[in-house]
């Protein structure tokens, strides 16, 4: 069988950046069902937009020199001819030296670099599997034309998170068909960077409810720990807050839960004790809190709350269950980043099979939904309704997340 032969257009190439984590793992192979898997797949062209200090496209391209650099994006494709010579596509628009706007998003190319990877197909008459990492773009407008440009050229897209994919503990996933009231993620980081992460996260197992995905019917985003602990204290989802139920499977399940009292290595933190962690000085994001329900009335609460965990942990309520479900997505030291094996086997798949592993719908409702919490606190915090977020889907029967 011949071998295909892939693209990457990256933003940079350098040490614990989103490229180094998957192209190195194409070049070099990775740890995989308790062996070490060389992809069967070649990485013959790389375009690198900036290239900061460190930068590793030009030293690895001497270490593989079957990975050629070029200049711009379209000779990346066509290997410097004039139609597209390659059999996939990574797109991995993600760190880089990039404005913010005045929403706070990083203004990443992915789109722009997009559009010039379909540009290609179209002057060559024929189109190849692209994976776009992460978020599709910061604007949902381009987010909604990359999936109906796939669509319109008939070629497969897989985009998204590592964090769906990743190792869970436990080993479990939603049950295919499960009646769930509403579920939580407790998480780490900022908007526009981590938010996706962890609603990512949720949407990988709320997708497979009974009906499948319905889409969201509006979304409430609020900052601050004063705001965030009202709704703590709240008691409820319908009265501003979420299920305490679920809040405590969470933070139960964190490997990383950050101690509160002197002397005390790992206990459930009272109110008043989470409250002064998110207030610590050392904290690098304020607390951050989304509230959404979806279309058929299943309701969500993302929590990001640096200074109290510092991973991504998951709890749902079923009906006619007595306790939640809950599990750990789990993120290795970062020295290790493993939870990239999973995302660059499902690249690979995509690749050989010409299918993309799991559906891009769940990336486009969560680019949407990031954009659109990111749009609540820009606006003062209100609630947005959100009639754009009607994306119906079915997932996959089979569960998808690292569990070999």
């Known amino acids: 069988m011949k071998r295909p032969r892939i693209a990457a257009v990256v933003t940079e190439y350098r040490r614990y950046s989103h490229a180094q984590h998957i192209l190195d793992r194409y070049l070099f192979g990775y740890s995989w069902n308790g062996r070490h898997h060389v992809p069967e797949i070649d990485l013959v062209s790389l375009y690198t937009d900036q290239q900061p200090d460190g930068e590793l496209s030009r030293s690895r391209s001497a270490q593989c020199p ?30 880089g030296n990039y404005p913010f706007n005045e929403k706070g998003q990083h203004l990443y190319p992915r789109y722009e670099f997009y559009k010039q990877i379909v540009d290609v197909f179209r002057n060559s008459g024929r189109s190849v599997p692209v994976f776009n990492d992460k978020h599709l773009s910061w604007k949902w407008e381009w987010a909604r034309e990359m999936v109906q440009l796939s669509r319109e050229l008939d070629f497969p897209l897989l985009a998204g998170s590592s964090l769906p994919v990743t190792r869970r503990l436990p080993q479990v996933d939603m049950p295919l068909g499960a009646r769930v009231e509403e579920a939580m993620c407790v998480a780490v980081g900022g908007v526009d960077g981590y938010d996706i992460h962890a609603l990512e996260a949720m949407q990988s197992m709320v997708e497979r409810r009974r009906g499948g995905e319905s889409g969201v019917a509006w979304i409430h ?48 933190p009272s109110s008043d004790e989470i409250q002064g962690r998110m207030t610590a000085k050392d904290n690098s994001n304020t607390p951050v809190l989304y509230r959404y329900q979806h279309r058929d009335g299943l309701k969500m609460s993302m929590l990001l709350i640096e200074g109290v965990v510092n991973d991504f942990t998951f709890a749902a309520r079923l009906s006619g269950k007595q306790k939640p479900l809950s599990l750990q997505m789990f993120l290795p030291p970062r020295e290790v980043c493993n939870f990239f094996n999973p995302l660059t086997h499902a690249t690979e798949q995509l690749f050989h099979t010409g299918q993309a592993p799991y559906p891009v719908e769940r990336t486009l409702l969560t680019t949407g939904l990031t954009a659109s919490g990111v749009e609540s606190l820009f606006q003062g915090q209100q609630i947005l309704i959100t009639p754009h977020l009607g994306i119906q889907y079915q997932p996959t029967r089979h569960s998808t997340y690292w569990s070999n």
Request: charge should be neutral; glycine fraction near 12%.
């Open 221 to 268: 985003a609020v900052r601050g720990a004063d705001a965030v602990m009202a709704a703590l204290r709240s008691g409820s989802f319908d009265a501003g807050g979420w299920d305490p139920e679920l809040f405590r499977a969470c933070l139960c399940r964190s490997h990383r839960l950050v101690p509160t009292r002197q002397g005390f290595n790992h206990h459930l």
């Open 66 to 95: 079957q990975m050629k650099i070029y200049p711009t994006i379209a000779e990346a494709l066509t290997c410097g001819g004039e139609k597209l010579a390659v059999d996939g596509v990574l797109l991995i628009g993600e760190h």
